[in-house]
């Protein structure tokens, strides 16, 4: 006969784990008014998991990711609005993946804890 004996077991403690992770497509945008010069359209991962402690304190981390075009998130025609060059669009390129982690303390307001 075997003696089996269960407990639970919380790793992180008696809080809350969260997550979320979300892809995006973003589309080409006009760069002049008539739509001759146009932005790439490009992809971007994004996710976040948060660990939300009893107490009040959220420890989390986020990550931001640029799989294709890194330049296209930040582009500006800085020339006519109608006869804009190649040479009067100015990019500013987004690094390839940005992670982010800290940490919150909510304070106390008064209104009822979901």
């Given at each position: 006969?075997?003696?089996?004996?269960?407990?639970?077991?919380?790793?992180?403690?008696p809080?809350r784990?969260t997550?979320?992770?979300?892809l995006s497509?973003?589309?080409?945008?006009?760069?002049?008014?008539?739509?001759?010069?146009?932005?790439?359209?490009?992809?971007?991962?994004?996710?976040?998991?948060?660990?939300?402690?009893?107490?009040?304190w959220?420890?989390?981390g986020?990550?931001?990711?640029?799989?294709?075009?890194?330049t296209?998130?930040?582009?500006?025609?800085?020339?006519?609005?109608?006869s804009?060059?190649?040479?009067?669009?100015?990019?500013?390129?987004?690094p390839?993946?940005?992670?982010?982690?800290?940490?919150?303390?909510?304070?106390?307001?008064?209104?009822?804890?979901?």
């Open positions: 006969m075997v003696s089996r004996h269960s407990q639970n077991i919380q790793v992180l403690g809080g784990l997550g979320a992770a979300y497509y973003i589309g080409a945008k006009p760069l002049t008014e008539d739509g001759g010069l146009r932005s790439s359209p490009y992809p971007r991962v994004s996710s976040r998991i948060a660990y939300i402690h009893e107490s009040g959220t420890t989390y986020q990550a931001t990711w640029y799989p294709g075009a890194r296209s998130k930040s582009i500006f025609n800085f020339g006519s609005s109608v804009a060059t190649a040479a009067d669009i100015f990019t500013s390129p987004q390839c993946l940005s992670l982010l982690a800290g940490l919150t303390y909510g304070l106390a307001t008064g209104a009822p804890r979901p």
